[in-house]
């Protein structure tokens, strides 16, 4: 079975306010929680695989904040701060709630797709901002996506 790893950005994406510190604030919390619900996936996948997987540190630096920015963006061009408030505040709680299975958490990513954008087009921003690939390269560089491979041949999944 080949494991799909969504990138936090797909996850929580939403946009800058047009004032200048409410848009730090925004950036700021869409760091916390992608960094807070991206690890919680990948232990998540960890802990599906019933294996100690090397988990990657996906602590934001200036590549991720300037992707990040890039997202925000084009959630603000496409819906607004409406659209933003419902994102961070859904995401925020799915964050704080966390989540004991792959069905859960797919069920909230679904939820949040029914208020704000269609899952597919949330992927396809974080796409052309580069976040998925910043994270594919933490994923690669941690060992973590070979170690998946690995246990999975192990456990012939």
Known sequence: M??????????IAMILSPVSAQA????????????????????????????DLPL?????????????????DQWQNIGGPELVDVMLLETAAVAKAGF???????????????????????YQISEDCGMNALTEQRVRESGFQ???????????I
């Not at 080949?2 to 996850?11: E, L, R, Y």
């Not at 990657?56 to 925000?72: E, H, K, V, Y």
């Not at 070979?146 to 012939?156: F, H, K, L, V, Y």
């Open 2 to 11: 080949k494991f799909s790893i969504p990138s936090a950005g797909v996850i």
């Open 146 to 156: 070979d170690a998946i491979t690995a246990a999975a041949r192990a456990q012939d």
């Open 56 to 72: 990657p540190d996906l602590s934001w630096d200036d590549d991720f904040r300037l992707a990040g920015a890039c997202i925000l």
């Open 24 to 51: 730090d604030t925004r950036l700021e919390q869409f760091e916390a929680i992608s960094e807070a619900l991206g690890t919680m996936i990948l232990q998540s996948i960890s802990d599906q695989m019933r294996a």
């Open 100 to 122: 004991t299975s792959r069905t859960d958490l797919m069920q909230a990513q679904r939820h949040i797709a029914e208020l704000t954008l269609p899952a597919q087009m949330q």
